[in-house]
């Protein structure tokens, strides 16, 4: 297959591709709701609920029309598409890693191609078998999810809360005085005794298992759930809002449970508070941990619902962002965001940086900050801590960091609005690795505006910034070739991340491959993929 994706109709990126690896992730929208999954799992599952066509030894899967697939148009803007067909096939073809230094990785056949530049037409494809480290290939810059969460129903969720649970207010209080009868009749049914029945009656409470039986009868407005005895009482309608997502936040940073607790390691008080106002919101006892600075919110079912309703699961080194989560705008994004960076990052004199145990919560925050074009670099792993050193350099990504994000310590915020104070000459992290002949073409354009010492003869990259100013120096419509199509360039939604290793794997059953009519690519691993 091919892609042509027009920059203008001279310049277009071409990729030439056969398939990517199964193991591959991907975000979707499916039925409306944005999923993480695996392409392998992704086309394994539609073809087996879906069946599919045997054309030239490839199995194509074609009802499609709940699924989205974030792909790059002709403008070079990311965008949602509907594909058209999956297609899973076996080969013997050789399979390639390539990392790219921003940590991006993908697995692709030998005979995949990528975007990178050329020396006379500045973007073209080249196979991953004929790539070279240093090489740069177009990574999104930014994807657009639309999505919002305003809340969720706890009473939806029941089932998978192992401990027994009540449900409790007003709506059960005027079930029970008046359907006394019937809740008699089923219970019964269920195998439940009268003392118990009356028990329930007498403490205004009903048993989830009751609850579910009944509940289209039920006003459910202001309801709450509990265990039992003396234990908290939570609203059934949790508000998806800055406190709670902050809360989050720092648990991902740095939280864990133990047999009747979620535990955050805190010691800065604007964090604490987070923690405290959570106490008080959902009525759960709080202590000062033995370590004298974590604290803990000691309820078993609050700890259940973080565990097996929000997802909130796995250790230092197995954590991982939930897909509920990409299902939430990008305020809530920031806020989410805004809890982990205080838990877990910092400000220093020349980044925003963090340090994760878990590569693939690295991963997930990687996706998450491209809501707000700003690509984190994930550094290899570092053996003395057994951490993935993460940083954001760029000016404009620091910057767009304070606007959308930001710390909730007020000494970490300071030292980031320092940082935003800086004046950006010569932007190493956000560049467009322009040919030596098109910036000589550049040069004796601009004459003293453009630094030939710094670009040519040293070889530098320009920094997208810094083009597109040099660019707005120039009448439109005068350079036709090639100095207009980077007007494209620069606002596109492309990142230029250059390539730090490639190597051989062997071999693989079977690859995939999506089919996105129009644009004939889509976005794998945080990597623009070809159809």
């Excluded at 205080?342 to 491209?370: H, M, N, P, R």
């Excluded at 990504?397 to 710390?407: A, D, L, V, W």
């Amino acid at each position: 297959g091919s892609l042509m994706l027009e920059i203008v109709p001279r310049y277009r990126i071409i990729v030439l591709e056969d398939s990517v690896a199964g193991d591959s992730k991907i975000i979707i929208k499916e039925k409306g709701k944005f999923v993480k999954t695996t392409i392998g799992k992704l086309i394994d599952e539609q073809i087996e609920k879906k069946g599919f066509s045997d054309v030239d030894e490839r199995e194509k899967c074609i009802d499609l029309e709940d699924i989205e697939v974030f792909s790059v148009n002709k403008e070079g803007k990311v965008i949602l598409a509907k594909p058209s067909k999956f297609i899973r096939h076996k080969t013997n073809k050789q399979i390639y890693e390539i990392v790219t230094t921003s940590g991006k990785r993908i697995k692709v056949t030998e005979d995949h191609s990528l975007f990178t530049l050329d020396e006379k037409n500045i973007l073209k494809p080249i196979k991953s078998k004929e790539l070279k480290e240093g090489n740069f290939l177009a990574i999104p810059s930014k994807l657009n999810f639309d999505n919002c969460l305003d809340e969720i129903n706890l009473l939806e969720h029941l089932d998978k809360l192992d401990k027994k649970i009540f449900v409790i207010g007003g709506g059960i209080e005027d079930y029970l005085l008046k359907n006394r009868k019937k809740l008699f009749s089923i219970a019964y049914s269920l195998g439940y005794k009268k003392s118990t029945i009356q028990s329930w009656i007498r403490n205004k409470i009903l048993p989830a298992k009751i609850f579910n039986e009944v509940r289209n009868e039920i006003n459910d407005d202001n309801l709450m759930i509990k265990s039992y005895g003396n234990s908290a009482k939570i609203p059934s309608k949790i508000v998806y809002n800055d406190n709670l997502l902050n809360f989050i936040g720092l648990w991902l940073a740095d939280g864990c449970y133990d047999k009747n607790s979620v535990i955050i390691s805190v010691q800065e008080e604007e964090n604490r508070n987070v923690v405290r106002e959570i106490s008080k919101n959902f009525n759960i006892p709080i202590k000062m941990h033995s370590d004298k600075f974590s604290l803990m919110l000691n309820s078993t079912l609050f700890k259940e619902i973080m565990q097996k309703v929000l997802g909130l699961n796995g250790n230092s080194y197995t954590k991982k962002i939930p897909s509920w989560m990409y299902d939430l705008s990008n305020e809530q994004i920031g806020a989410l965001l805004k809890g982990f960076f205080s838990g877990d990052g910092c400000a220093s004199d020349k980044e925003v940086t963090f340090s994760s145990c878990s590569k693939e919560l690295a991963e997930d925050i990687t996706t998450l900050l491209l809501r707000f074009n700003i690509v984190l670099r994930i550094s290899d792993l570092r053996k003395r801590d057994k951490t993935y050193p993460c940083r954001i350099g760029s000016t404009k990504m620091i910057r767009s960091f304070k606007e959308n994000i930001g710390f909730l310590v007020n000494s970490k915020e300071a030292k980031l609005d320092k940082l935003c104070l800086r004046i950006s000459t010569h932007d190493t992290s956000d560049v467009i690795p322009l040919s030596v002949k098109v910036k000589t073409e550049l040069n004796e354009i601009l004459g003293n505006e453009f630094n030939k010492h710094d670009y040519i003869t040293r070889e530098n990259n320009l920094g997208r910034i810094h083009l597109s100013n040099l660019l707005n120096l120039i009448p439109e419509g005068v350079y036709l070739n090639p100095i207009d199509p980077l007007r494209k360039v620069v606002s596109s939604d492309i990142f230029w991340d250059k390539i730090k290793s490639l190597r051989k794997l062997g071999y693989e059953e079977f690859v995939y491959d999506i089919s996105v009519p129009e644009y004939e690519n889509f976005i794998c691993e945080n990597i623009v993929a070809h159809n």
